[in-house]
């Protein structure tokens, strides 16, 4: 089975920039959606992003217009690239398939305060 591991999170003020990126232990391009979670304290994991093979892209409201996902099949890897961030995206990002899953990596923290 396919496992994730998600990096670049951390610290960043209101308004500012990162780059998640997500690292499959496998080929990834056989999975036709990717896609992005995120869970906030107390609150129930969210899907933020989604990208399938062929580069379409679906994008929660809360995101739209300031997060980009995008995937490299040579590289087995996914990104979501968050921009003019808030406090309220304050969570920790995971990636996985947009399909049934059942196995979750660690995450990555993101943290939006000045």
């Known amino acids: 089975q396919v496992t994730f591991v998600e990096s670049g999170g951390g610290l960043v003020q209101p308004g500012g920039s990162l780059r998640l990126s997500c690292a499959a232990s496998?080929?990834?391009?056989?999975?036709?959606?990717m896609g992005w979670y995120r869970q906030g304290t107390g609150k129930q994991r969210e899907l933020v992003a989604t990208?399938?093979?062929?580069?379409?892209?679906n994008y929660a409201d809360s995101v739209k217009g300031r997060f980009t996902i995008t995937r490299d099949n040579a590289k087995n890897t996914v990104y979501l690239q968050m921009n003019s961030l808030k406090p309220e995206d304050t969570a920790l990002y995971y990636c996985n398939t947009a399909g049934y899953a059942v196995y979750w990596g660690q995450g990555t923290q993101v943290t939006v305060s000045s």
């Open positions: 990208i399938t093979t062929g580069g379409t892209t």
């Open positions: 496998g080929s990834i391009v056989s999975i036709y959606a």
